[in-house]
């Protein structure tokens, strides 16, 4: 019988930017006859396959309390079962707290992460001792892992596009987005600002995404603050990432102003709905080939002037888009993700 323990941060199926981790999870486990799941944080479950165990606390503030969680019920079940492998999901943490666990079992780790990572400080050196304890690292783009080996391997993204299709069969610069976690590293202001000075600043601009920590929180209320005299800024919070492809329906265009190591799969979310991103991290370049020059920006002052050529955009050019950049989005679906991994694994 083959045995995967499987780590990650959280497990919440109302979660915006949370919820798409359940997928992952259900897709994975198609590969093992038992799975089982130390989560970090357990909120909203969906109905999962009988085979698929999970374990974790609610929600607590206390880091120390859910690393103690962490590493008591591992140690539990590796005494107790022979697993073929352990996969962490963009939890290094995890990895660290219960490597000398693993190593007495002689079991491999895996890594998945996506993220440039801190700069500074105690969780960018936990990241780089989790990179070193693992046995392999997979990543979704050249810039989403911040240390380089070759034990890193950049695999794309996993994303269910299946379930945010393209219904669109003419295109209108009406409605726009923001469609990201509330964090100020994603750099929402650009965005904003630069949609502001443009022809189509005085359009509804709405914000789906909600903060995941204290930081967060900090930031979302200077956001409010500083856009609280402008009817057309709109900050709605989190929503259901099962209703997102329902909700996504009526927009347009979505902003996303994250940098280099940040690969968002809102990005790829919504342009597998038929929404034009505009983008700052380079890494899309490889969607968007020959448009790349037409929706990347350096800065606010580029995102808005091409925030302007939108007005010469035509139905033409927006089917000829998407049946560009539909192949290589393809190689970011969940559907493949087992067929990337047994490459490496």
């Known amino acids: 019988m083959s045995k995967l323990l499987y780590l990650n941060l959280a497990i919440d199926s109302e979660d915006t930017s949370l919820g798409f981790a359940i997928g992952w999870l259900e897709e994975i ?163 904003i600002d630069a949609f502001l000075k443009s022809k189509f600043g005085n359009k509804n601009l709405d914000v789906i995404g909600g903060p995941l920590n204290k930081n967060d929180e900090q930031y979302l209320k200077k956001l409010e603050f500083k856009y609280s005299n402008l009817n057309n800024i709109n900050f709605l919070g989190k929503t259901k990432h099962i209703d997102l492809p329902n909700v996504l329906e009526k927009y347009d265009i979505n902003f996303n102003s994250a940098g280099k190591g940040f690969y968002d799969k809102a990005v790829l979310e919504t342009l597998s709905m038929g929404i034009i991103n505009f983008y700052h991290n380079p890494d899309f370049d490889s969607i968007y080939k020959s448009y790349s020059e037409n929706y990347f920006f350096n800065d606010l002052t580029d995102l808005t002037l091409k925030i302007n050529l939108l007005e010469n955009f035509q139905n033409f050019d927006f089917n000829n888009f998407f049946q560009s950049i539909n192949r290589d989005l393809a190689k970011h679906s969940l559907s493949t993700l087992n067929e990337r991994l047994s490459r490496i694994i």
Request: proline share 5%.
């Open 29 to 191: 486990s198609k590969n093992y006859d038992s799975v089982d799941v130390i989560t970090l944080r357990l909120g909203k479950l969906p109905t999962l396959d009988k085979k698929i165990n999970i374990h974790g606390p609610t929600y607590s503030k206390n880091k120390l309390t859910k690393y103690k969680f962490l590493y008591k019920t591992a140690k539990q079940l590796i005494e107790r079962s022979n697993y073929d492998r352990c996969f962490s999901h963009m939890s290094p943490i995890s990895i660290f707290v219960i490597s000398l666990l693993l190593r007495s079992k002689n079991i491999k780790s895996t890594l998945w992460f996506t993220h440039p990572g801190p700069k500074i400080g105690l969780k960018k050196l936990v990241l780089y001792i989790s990179f070193k304890l693992s046995d392999q690292i997979l990543t979704a783009s050249p810039t989403s892992f911040p240390f380089k080996s070759k034990k890193v391997h950049v695999i794309g993204h996993s994303v269910n596009l299946e379930k945010f299709q393209n219904k669109k069969n003419k295109f209108e610069p009406n409605n726009f987005l923001i469609l990201s976690r509330i964090s100020e590293s994603k750099n929402l202001e650009i965005s």
